[in-house]
C-alpha cells in the first residue's frame, strides 16, 4: 500500500508541477505573440516585483491575502455544501430510480441555466451575505458532481451486486458493500474538479453581488487602472487553487490506496 500511496503521491505533484511550468510558458507566449503593452500586460517579473520587491508590496500583498482569506472561506462553504448534496442525491437516484427519472430531466435543465443569469434571483433570495455565495458556489459544485457520482455509484460490478442480494442483502447493503467502494475514483475527480469551480463561484459571486472578497478586490484594482493588482490576484488565486487540487490528489492517493476498488482490502 504504502508503494500505492507514493506512486499516487508522486503523480499528483508531478503533474502540479507540469501545469506550473505550462502556465508560466504559455502566459510568457501570450504576452509575446501578441505583443502587449506592458503598461495593461504583466509578465510573470512584474508580478513577482508587485508582490515582493516593489515599495508598495506590503501594502498590496496585505489586500490581496485579505480577499483571498475571504475567497477562499466563501469557496469552501459551497464547496462542502454542493459536494454534500450531490452525494445525497446521488444516492437517492441510484437507490429510487423514479426520483430520478423525475428530477433528472430538471437538474440537466437547470444546469443549462447561465449562472450569470441566475445570481439577480439569487440575491434577492438569499441577500448580498455569505449565504449566497455559499448558494452560488454550491450550484457550480453540485451537477457536475452529481453526474460524475450516478456514473460511479453504478459501476460496481453487477456480479457483486448480485452475490449481496443472493445472501440476502437489501439495496442498501449493496450500496454500501458494492456501490460506494466502486464509486470513490468518481467522487475524488468530483471533488478535484469542484475546487476550482467553487472558487469561480465564490468570485463570481463577490463580483456581482457581495462586493467583499478577491474577486471584489480585481473589480476595484481595474476600475482604478491597477493592473499590477488585477494580474498579482489572478495570479494568487490560481496558486492557492492548483494548491487545493494538489491537496485534494494527496488525499485521494491515501483513500484509494486503503480503501479503492483495487486496493485488495475486504468489504
Given at each position: ?32 505573440v501578441f505583443d502587449l503593452n506592458s503598461l495593461v500586460a504583466k509578465d510573470p517579473?512584474?508580478v513577482w516585483d508587485y508582490l515582493f520587491t516593489a515599495e508598495k508590496a506590503p ?188 491537496v485534494v490528489g494527496v488525499i485521494e492517493a491515501i483513500v484509494l490506496a486503503r ?9
Open positions: 500500500m504504502i508503494a500505492t500511496v507514493a506512486w499516487r503521491l508522486g503523480r499528483t505533484m508531478l503533474s502540479v508541477v507540469a501545469s506550473v511550468a505550462v502556465i508560466i510558458g504559455l502566459w510568457y507566449a501570450f504576452i509575446a517579473k512584474a501594502r498590496s500583498r496585505r489586500v490581496i491575502l485579505d480577499g483571498l482569506w475571504r475567497t477562499l472561506g466563501d469557496a469552501g462553504m459551497g464547496y462542502l455544501v454542493g459536494t454534500a448534496a450531490a452525494i445525497v442525491v446521488a444516492v437517492t437516484f441510484v437507490l429510487f430510480r423514479s426520483v430520478e427519472r423525475a428530477l433528472m430531466p430538471v437538474a440537466l435543465t437547470l444546469r443549462s441555466v447561465p449562472l450569470v443569469a441566475m445570481i439577480p434571483l439569487l440575491t434577492l433570495v438569499f441577500g448580498r451575505g455569505l449565504t449566497a455565495v455559499g448558494v452560488i458556489a454550491g450550484i457550480i459544485v453540485f451537477f457536475p458532481s452529481l453526474v460524475n457520482l450516478v456514473f460511479g455509484l453504478r459501476s460496481g460490478p453487477p456480479a457483486a451486486a448480485d452475490l449481496v442480494l443472493a445472501y440476502g442483502g437489501g439495496p442498501a447493503t449493496v450500496l454500501r458493500k458494492v456501490s460506494l467502494p466502486s464509486a470513490l475514483p468518481a467522487l475524488f475527480v468530483s471533488a478535484r474538479i469542484a475546487v476550482p469551480g467553487a472558487i469561480i463561484g465564490a468570485l463570481l459571486a463577490e463580483w456581482l453581488a457581495t462586493g467583499k472578497g478577491l474577486g471584489y478586490s480585481m473589480q476595484r484594482a481595474q476600475q482604478t487602472f491597477d493592473y499590477g493588482g488585477v494580474w498579482a490576484s489572478v495570479v494568487v488565486i490560481t496558486a492557492a487553487s492548483i494548491a487545493l487540487y494538489a480503501y479503492g476498488p483495487n486496493s485488495g482490502r475486504g468489504s
